[in-house]
């Protein structure tokens, strides 16, 4: 016995390797464990392709058709002396267009999210046609009702028609998300960096107001004061504040921004139950992981993930990640409520979702196979809420489905029809809320939705396939705006039950390594094209294409090469 036992701790001094190294050991979340390991029927559509199509056809001024074009001129000029273009919520909605509320009613969830879209997959929409639509964003910012922040629309007037402004939370912080984003690309435009630093500063001043209390429907940022009213209270507005303060702090190096980011996260990691309304709380859980990172805070990312995914929010009831099989149709992925009618899940919030939640494996690769199985899943699905791709019986208006031109989907995907004329439809029912926006006068093409739909090119600038169906390529920087310099730097999760080979492109130019932060490895060495990689069963490789021969250093848990961070956590394997 004595012998074997001798043997035994032997191997284990030889063989250190077998010992995996428990501060790399990938976490797990129920709600993505849940998720089939390749969804079906499966196919992954051109995200890419599809935003290039959205561009091009609806910014088209001359597209006919009826309901066509979706833009229009906003001459009002508010805030700003320049002519804004306005853009449909929601193809015919009765509110908007030229010819209603004098063309003043259009969205910023539109406007901007069709902006970033493009921005992503490589359009310069600050001079598309001789337009400057980066310009023209800027008559979001409410500078004439002294709010001096980014809103969901250019004035109280259409206030009180549709989605929110000054009395919903989220509506008033999100535009100001969307705004850093694209100011992150078009950082030359004229008179943008003033309205970032006013933005940074209003939401920093807000914080220090707020000081630790969050709990409140909204924040009067004309009166600096929190305010109450009949929409319960949105404390997961802490991770969009957080989020523009944190991204100032990265473009101006203010230090204040990077103390308002701290605080804010602090206020909603404090929370005593799930505060997820809408959109925010996957930011909180990717600031997390950053400030960790790069600011050596402990903030518990994985409490901002189950919060993200799990459905258990207090007052929007069941919003998270919906999960399950619905007649042979896997939709597990989408975001959205959890208990609306079986489940009722969003295009926009299921694109927005991979903004924050993808680059975060750059920053604590130990959720890649969260991030990585929980995407293929979602990218899978959101194919079905395009007409085209989900079959007829499974929509509420598939004979109006020309009025998309390929390009407009369904708002979204429920198990049940929340409309009585279509509750004998099959799960999963396309379908979407706009003509319940304006009861008896919205037509029912208004369930196809443009702000939704506008968002597509998040997806686009991420998402790639490779040589082997079900193993994607999704691009951790894509939508990591205002990070450090960086090398590509790529996830790929393999779900099937046996190691996969796959090919890996060299998509810079020069001779590169390949080094896997998962392993803690360089994986292939001298790379000028091309190379294969051998991914374990249900696991995943974060691929960082590194200059050839470079110059690696170590400074506290970073290991860096030429001076660039390339994995954040490489001393805590050691």
């Not at 993505?32 to 390991?37: A, G, I």
């Not at 929409?125 to 809103?151: A, C, P, Q």
């Not at 009831?317 to 619905?326: I, N, P």
Request: hydrophobic share 40%.
């Amino acid at each position: 016995m004595k012998y074997l036992l001798n043997l035994f701790v032997a191997f284990f001094l030889l063989f250190p390797f077998q010992n995996n190294n428990a501060q790399n050991v990938q976490k797990k979340l129920e709600r993505v464990t849940e998720m089939t390991q390749l969804p079906q029927p499966f196919k992954i559509i051109d995200f890419k392709k599809m935003a290039l199509q959205f561009d091009s056809t609806v910014f088209n001024f001359h597209e006919k058709g009826k309901y066509w074009p979706l833009i229009w001129i906003d001459s009002s000029q508010k805030n700003f002396h320049q002519n804004v273009v306005g853009m449909y919520t929601a193809i015919g909605d009765v509110r908007q267009g030229p010819k209603h509320n004098n063309g003043i009613f259009h969205e910023a969830l539109a406007s901007m999210g069709s902006v970033l879209s493009a921005t992503l997959v490589g359009i310069d929409k600050s001079n598309e046609h001789g337009l400057d639509y980066v310009k023209m964003l800027k008559n979001y910012f409410n500078k004439e009702t002294g709010w001096d922040i980014m809103m969901n629309n250019t004035c109280p007037e259409v206030a009180l028609l549709g989605g929110g402004y000054g009395r919903d939370w989220w509506y008033d912080v999100y535009p100001n998300v969307l705004f850093y984003a694209i100011y992150s690309k078009y950082p030359n435009e004229p008179g943008l960096d003033e309205i970032a630093k006013k933005i940074a500063d209003k939401f920093y001043a807000a914080d220090s107001i707020l000081n630790g209390n969050y709990d409140w429907s909204f924040f009067d940022f004309g009166k600096m004061k929190p305010m109450k009213n009949q929409i319960c209270a949105q404390p997961d507005a802490a991770a969009g504040i957080a989020y523009v303060l944190y991204s100032a702090y990265k473009k101006f190096g203010n230090e204040k921004y990077l103390k308002g980011a701290i605080s804010a996260l602090h206020s909603l990691q404090s929370q005593p139950a799930n505060p997820t309304y809408e959109v925010l709380m996957p930011f909180g859980a990717y600031l997390s992981a950053t400030i960790n990172a790069e600011q050596n805070q402990n903030f518990d990312v994985m409490k901002m993930l189950h919060w993200s995914f799990d459905g258990t929010a207090v007052c929007r009831e069941g919003w998270g990640v919906l999960v399950g099989k619905w007649n042979g149709f896997d939709i597990s992925g989408i975001v959205g409520s959890t208990v609306d009618h079986g489940g009722y899940g969003f295009l926009m919030n299921t694109y927005d979702a991979a903004w924050p939640l993808v680059p975060l494996v750059r920053y604590d690769q130990t959720y890649a196979n969260i991030i990585g199985k929980w995407m293929l899943n979602a990218a899978n699905a959101a194919k079905l809420f395009y007409t085209q791709y989900i079959p007829k019986d499974h929509q509420t208006i598939p004979e109006l489905s020309s009025v998309t031109k390929g390009v407009i989907a369904y708002e979204g995907l429920i198990k049940q029809s929340s409309y009585k004329k279509y509750e004998s439809l099959k799960a999963p029912v396309a379908q979407g809320d706009g003509p319940q926006w304006v009861a008896n006068k919205n037509p029912e093409v208004t369930q196809f939705s443009v702000y939704g739909s506008a968002h597509s090119g998040i997806f686009g600038s991420i998402i790639r396939s490779t040589n082997v169906q079900g193993i994607l390529q999704l691009n951790l920087l894509a939508t990591d705006f205002f990070h450090d310099k960086a090398y590509p730097t790529y996830l790929y999760y393999n779900p099937y039950s046996t190691a996969k080979t796959i090919v890996v492109k060299n998509t810079g130019s020069g001779k590169i390594d390949m080094y896997n932060t998962i392993s803690g490895k360089f994986i292939a060495k001298n790379i000028s094209s091309s190379t294969t990689i051998t991914i374990p069963a249900e696991s995943s490789a974060v691929i960082v294409e590194v200059p050839s021969h470079g110059n690696i250093t170590y400074e506290g848990n970073k290991m860096e090469i030429n001076g660039v961070v390339v994995d954040f956590h490489a001393k805590e394997r050691k």
